[in-house]
């Protein structure tokens, strides 16, 4: 089965959205982080592309240090259409792996999500815009003061109008802060992404993404846009995605 | 003469078998790395009754915690909150007013 236009576009985004729940990570690809024990995340990203607004929010709390719960909502905002809440995630994340050494840490992560019920209209604004009903995932990291380093591949079911097909998604991060501030301070991030995503029945595309993530203290804005470079029987187009996120 | 030389002489003997009194603490913390990390740290340590401040150096990978006063806290409440921020404690340094640091532990 083939996903064209606009909808194979979709999928290679909104398969990255679900799943995050963490503060600390690249703008498009997903990060193995779990939340610290009792504490929570809430997050608002609004995503771009082709005359589609596409906007998420997301809570996630830890229970334990390894083991986030999260919720995450998307709404989409199509051209000619008015704008309507498509899914309602319920997901987890539970850390597998973590070395701790001075100024670094390496982590990995498994994670899933799964769409609630909402009813037929909203599955109907899902199945058009291509956004998964479930989400599972492997992540890994290695962060440093200056540098880190991500890797996500997920798997994705996606509804459509013509049946359910099943997209996965590499994703690759690597991440620089030019200028690593004290402990409440300012402190920017650059990242380059890399998304390679592939839909069963043969749509795929590669798409390279520069971004930037500022954050101080428990307050993070980022911002980011996704350059398609290569395709095969997608409409992808560029995406752009901006967030924000508060720890508490 | 006797007596007031005994006075001078007990309290001193008192002071040294009595611990001093902890004003801040220097945890060695692994893994924090950004100040997003170390939220989650600092959020922990202050949950606890006897912690006043969190004063959190990253280059340093150290957190340094005040106590309030005449309370104490110990390394394996310290541990245990900074593997609930998701972090390692690898020592503590237990500093008192005026006085060089006392001793440093390793947490398993």
Request: net charge positive.
């Amino acid at each position: 089965m083939r996903l064209g236009g606009a909808s194979g576009a979709l999928a290679v985004a909104f398969i990255c959205l679900a799943g995050r729940g963490a503060a600390q990570e690249p703008i498009f690809v997903t990060p193995p982080v779990t939340m610290y024990q009792f504490g929570a995340v809430g997050g608002v990203e609004v995503e771009r592309r082709s005359g589609t607004v596409a906007v998420s929010s997301e809570a996630a709390f830890g229970v334990l240090a390894p083991w986030t719960v999260s919720l995450h909502a998307v709404g989409i905002d199509a051209r000619g259409e008015p704008a309507q809440l498509a899914r309602l995630h319920v997901g987890t994340r539970v850390r597998l792996v973590k070395v701790d050494r001075p100024r670094e840490w390496l982590l990995l992560s498994v994670y899933g999500a799964a769409a609630l019920p909402l009813g037929d209209k909203a599955d109907a604004v899902a199945e058009a815009h291509s956004v998964p009903a479930a989400v599972v995932g492997v992540s890994a990291t290695r962060m440093a003061r200056r540098g880190d380093a991500f890797a996500n591949l997920s798997l994705a079911r996606i509804p459509t109008p013509t049946g359910t097909v099943t997209g996965g998604t590499l994703g690759l991060a690597a991440g620089w802060r030019p200028r690593p501030g004290r402990y409440g301070a300012l402190e920017a991030q650059l990242f380059a992404e890399a998304l390679g995503n592939y839909v069963e029945g043969g749509s795929a595309s590669v798409g390279l993404a520069p971004g930037l993530l500022v954050h101080s203290r428990n307050v993070v804005v980022k911002a980011g846009i996704l350059v398609p470079v290569w395709t095969r029987r997608s409409g992808d187009d560029l995406v752009l995605r901006f967030g924000a996120k508060l720890l508490y | 003469m006797l007596g007031a030389a005994l006075l001078l002489v007990v309290p001193a003997h008192l002071e040294a078998q009595a611990p001093p009194p902890e004003d801040s603490l220097v945890l060695r913390v692994d893994g924090m790395v950004c100040s997003l990390c170390a939220y989650g740290a600092e959020r922990r340590l202050k949950r606890l009754d006897a912690v006043e401040g969190v004063h959190v150096d990253l280059d340093a990978h150290r957190v340094v915690v005040t106590l309030r006063p005449g309370t104490t806290v110990s390394d394996s409440t310290l541990g245990q909150e900074v593997r609930r921020a998701g972090f390692a404690l690898r020592g503590v340094t237990r500093l008192a007013r005026g006085r060089a640091p006392r001793r440093e532990e390793r947490t398993p």
